[in-house]
Each structure stands twice: as structure tokens, then as C-alpha cells.
């Protein structure tokens, strides 16, 4: 018994441990995968997107550090669109750092998109992550109003903004590959 239990917390530990998986883009000729019939998720051609010696995400999701990203090229509203992501078992996506936010800004941009929301919000004068990361890091090209603006969206050319949340914009979400 001590050492199933000792065996699955090296597991669980192995599997949780940062590292670098980025999933190679699928062919053109591809099939789309079947979970994203109800919105279409983004097939890339011939995609800038390094290739890893495994990916624990699931077809169509991109691999980036220990997270999984799905870019979802129908627009909904913010809240709508997290919602579709709780339904996949994810969150809006958060950037917690200049690297993974250039990531989503190439996710994005590879999409043929220059607009996706995040998983960003301001709540009582205070800017957080839906996901419950922390909002250590920033890159605003322009901040509006945070009472009448409240929901973060990504430029694919520079940094994010903020806006109504009942606008209608593509977006991205994000989980985790594996979790204890």
C-alpha cells in the first residue's frame, strides 16, 4: 500500500512539474477534433509552433509551459466564453508573464485574429485572473476605466486592454494537462 501510494505522488509530481510541451500545429488536412463541434476551435496551418517529445493536452489544445491552450474562433461574450470554457474543464486564459503572454499573442495572431479575451476582470477596484493566478505581471497598452470596462482582451500586435464584458470577441482558454 506505502508503495502505491509512494509511486503515485512521484506521478502526480512528474506530471505537475513545469516544463516546456508545446504541441506541434495540426495538418490542414487534419479532422478538427470532435469536442468542438458547438465552436470551432483553431486549426493552424503551417504554424510556427515548436514541436516537444510529448504533449499531455488534448487534440487541438497547444502545449505551452504546464498548461494547456485552446483558441476558440467563435465570439462570445466574456462571461459566455467562460463558460464554454468551464465546459471543457477550463478557464479564460491568464499571462503571468511576458513569455506565455507572447505565446497567446502568436496563438492569436496565427488564428488571423488581432482581438481575444482573457481571463482578466476588475472587481471592486482590484484586476484578477479568473483561473486564480495571480496578477503579478502586466502589459496594458491602455487601461479604460476599470468600473466601466471590466474584462481584459488581448492584442495580437502589443499589449492587452479592457473593455465591456458584453462585447463579442474570440478567445482563449486554458487548463491544466494534469492534476492531483
Known amino acids: 500500500m506505502t508503495t502505491v501510494l509512494l509511486l503515485s505522488l512521484f506521478l502526480c509530481a512528474a506530471f505537475a512539474a513545469p516544463a516546456e510541451n508545446k504541441q506541434k500545429a495540426p495538418d490542414a488536412a487534419a479532422e478538427a477534433p470532435k469536442e468542438h463541434v458547438a465552436a470551432p476551435a483553431l486549426v493552424l496551418k503551417d504554424a510556427a509552433v515548436p514541436e516537444s517529445h ?7 489544445w497547444f502545449g505551452h509551459n504546464s498548461r494547456c491552450f485552446l483558441f476558440v474562433n467563435t465570439p462570445m461574450t466574456w462571461y459566455s466564453a467562460e463558460e464554454h470554457c468551464n465546459n471543457r474543464g477550463a478557464n479564460l486564459a491568464s499571462a503571468t508573464n511576458a513569455r506565455e503572454y507572447s505565446f497567446l499573442q502568436q496563438l492569436t495572431h496565427t488564428a ?24 503579478y505581471y502586466t502589459n496594458w497598452y491602455s487601461a ?20 465591456r464584458c458584453d462585447t463579442a470577441y474570440r478567445f482563449i482558454c486554458s487548463k491544466n494537462p494534469f492534476s492531483c
Open 54 to 60: 510529448f504533449n499531455l493536452c488534448p487534440d487541438g
Open 112 to 135: 488571423g485574429q488581432s482581438i481575444a479575451w482573457l481571463g482578466g476582470f476588475n472587481l471592486q477596484d482590484k484586476w484578477m485572473w479568473i483561473d486564480r493566478e495571480g496578477f
Open 144 to 163: 479604460s476605466s476599470s468600473s466601466s470596462y471590466p474584462c481584459i482582451y488581448l492584442r495580437s500586435t502589443n499589449g492587452w486592454g479592457n473593455t
